[in-house]
């Protein structure tokens, strides 16, 4: 074989190898949205609210409940990881949460939410993924890319910036398209996590260093 030859089918060998491996995507683009605030949530049926705080761990910290916190956390408004994420919609940002005191971790639930069959009541079932996690929160590196940590840091932030009495920016797991938005936010003095909604009893997580008295009952 000629060297011509041979550097030609080298080159077409390479364009074959570059055609035939998957495009790497480019890492989102974050920027925080506001200032950073405290997470609070709110159950409307009970009228309870709890602050929340990440544990003292040098690894993976939890998300925790309690009566008070002076803890910040931001959220990052964030370009899609991919077309596997919704596009915005209705004023709603997608991104990640993070604390002011653990730049570079972000929130991150165990697992997502899928819908799996309907029972005879009507009642949706949620399937987790992995399969048969739990949902607790812990605060790992922020992912950059489409990955499955990615799809468990998806947020979405609604809300923000609404001039409405009583209204305040709000925090759900969104991840993929096809994940169940978890709406509720839940926790104690050992761990949190969303959950699916039931009915109205949805502790909803807002960014807010205070939840006024006079707005509980408008919630």
């Known amino acids: 074989m000629s060297s011509f030859r041979f550097f030609t089918f080298l080159a077409l060998a390479l364009v074959a190898t570059v055609l035939a491996s998957p495009v790497s995507k480019d890492s989102v683009s974050c920027k925080p949205i506001g200032h950073p605030t405290k997470l609070v949530n709110y159950n409307p049926e009970f009228r309870t609210s709890s602050f929340f705080k990440t544990a003292n761990s040098a690894k993976h910290p939890r998300l925790l409940a309690a009566n008070s916190s002076s803890e910040k956390f931001q959220f990052y408004h ?63 590196k922020c992912a950059t890319t489409d990955t499955e940590v990615m799809r468990r840091q998806w947020l979405a932030l609604q809300d923000y910036g609404s001039k409405k009495p009583c209204s305040f920016p709000s925090i759900f797991q969104k991840g993929r398209k096809g994940d169940l938005e978890m709406l509720g936010l839940t926790g104690d003095s050992n761990s949190s996590s969303f959950y699916f909604p039931f009915k109205e009893s949805t502790s909803t997580a807002y960014l807010a260093d205070a939840l006024p008295a006079s707005c509980k009952g408008k919630l």
């Open 78 to 140: 964030c370009s899609l990881p991919s077309d596997k994420y919704s596009k915005e919609k209705n004023g709603i940002m997608y991104g990640q949460l993070r604390s002011v005191k653990l730049p570079g971790l972000c929130m991150t639930p165990n697992n997502v939410n899928v819908e799996g069959p309907s029972t005879n009541d009507g009642w949706i079932n949620t399937e987790t993924v992995p399969p048969n996690t739990d949902g607790t929160i812990t605060f790992r």
